[in-house]
């Protein structure tokens, strides 16, 4: 064999163990602890990354609605207040000429009254001319 005695292994391979242990003791589980609290630590934020993501997909969600149902609002407002103009523009128009046709028909009545009595005065006023004409051709009256 070699030359080694299991008086010169048994203390080698004591020392072995004995190192592995202080090794494991001192550095291995400190450093996988270590490791494992970055782990958590990591595991955490990625946890808190998703939740963040997904809470703001869902305040996202949220603003596209309440923006649709704010332009379906205001587009509805829209239409109320364009139908109430129409109709009360229709209202107006219709009023405006319900006036005129009455001014009209005041113009017109008030225009054959006018028209009847100048026409009675230019007959009244043609008879006596007629007379005086009679009576400066004739020299009497009739």
């Given at each position: 064999?070699?030359?080694?005695?299991l008086?010169?292994?048994?203390p080698?391979v004591?020392?072995?163990?004995?190192?592995?242990?202080?090794?494991?003791l001192?550095?291995?589980?400190?450093?996988?602890?270590?490791?494992?609290?970055?782990k958590?630590?990591?595991?955490?934020?990625?946890?808190?990354?998703?939740?963040?993501?997904?809470?703001?997909?869902?305040?996202?969600?949220?603003?596209?609605?309440?923006?649709?149902?704010?332009?379906?609002?205001?587009?509805?407002?829209?239409?109320?207040?364009?139908?109430?103009?129409?109709?009360?523009e229709?209202?107006?128009?219709?009023?405006?000429?319900?006036?005129?046709?009455?001014?009209?028909?005041?113009?017109?009545?008030?225009?054959?009254?006018?028209?009847?009595?100048?026409?009675?005065?230019?007959?009244?006023?043609?008879?006596s001319?007629?007379?005086?004409?009679?009576?400066?051709?004739?020299?009497?009256?009739?």
């Amino acid at each position: 064999m070699l030359g080694l005695s299991l008086h010169q292994i048994l203390p080698a391979v004591f020392l072995i163990l004995f190192l592995m242990w202080i090794l494991n003791l001192l550095l291995y589980r400190p450093m996988l602890k270590n490791m494992d609290q970055r782990k958590e630590i990591i595991d955490g934020a990625v946890r808190d990354a998703k939740h963040a993501d997904q809470k703001l997909k869902q305040l996202q969600e949220e603003y596209e609605q309440a923006l649709q149902q704010a332009r379906r609002d205001a587009k509805n407002i829209y239409n109320k207040i364009h139908e109430e103009a129409s109709a009360e523009e229709k209202e107006i128009l219709q009023q405006a000429r319900l006036k005129a046709e009455k001014l009209m028909a005041k113009a017109m009545t008030d225009l054959e009254k006018d028209f009847d009595s100048a026409k009675e005065e230019l007959r009244s006023y043609v008879e006596s001319l007629s007379r005086e004409i009679c009576v400066k051709i004739l020299g009497r009256a009739l």
